[in-house]
């Protein structure tokens, strides 16, 4: 191996070193969602028939107990919180995946945003 390809090979580790964990904390709650059938009903940034996740982080993530509260729901389906349409139970999705897909979507509001509460 010349020495050209070393300096590539070892850049290209560097970066994908840099990009990983934010890029893989991402792509968790994604995958999650994707694989649950949320994104039947919400998408991150624009309202669908729920809310976006982005104004579910704006509501909650000030809130003492966000993030449990959210993983209560995610499985146990919500009402009259944001219109005339429930959101049925999903079963289907764990304890553990709950408390991760919340998690995520809470990371959607950068901390200053928190301090507003709605
Ligand atoms: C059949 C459509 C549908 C599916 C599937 C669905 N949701 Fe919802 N979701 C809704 C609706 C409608 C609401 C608004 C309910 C309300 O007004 O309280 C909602 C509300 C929410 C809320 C806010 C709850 C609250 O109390 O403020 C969260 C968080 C949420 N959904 C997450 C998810 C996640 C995560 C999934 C996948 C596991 C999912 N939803 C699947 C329709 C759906």
Redesign the pocket.
């Known amino acids: 191996m010349g020495l050209p390809r070393i300096i590539l090979a070892m850049s290209l580790y560097a970066s994908s070193l840099v990009v990983s964990p934010f890029a893989l904390a991402q792509q968790t709650g994604e995958e999650l969602?994707r694989s649950?059938?949320?994104l039947?009903?919400?998408q991150v940034d624009a309202k669908r028939?729920?809310?976006s996740f982005t104004l579910?982080a704006q509501?909650y993530g000030a809130v003492d107990g966000g993030q449990d509260y959210?993983a209560l729901?995610?499985r146990q389906g919500?009402?009259?919180?944001?219109?005339a349409?429930?959101?049925?139970a999903?079963p289907q999705?764990s304890e553990q995946d709950a408390n991760a897909?919340a998690q995520w979507?809470l990371t959607l509001v950068e901390p200053e945003g928190k301090q507003e509460r709605q």
């Open positions: 969602l649950k059938a949320c039947g009903c919400h028939l729920g809310p579910v509501r959210l729901v995610i919500s009402r009259g919180r944001w219109g349409v429930p959101m049925p999903q999705v897909i979507i």
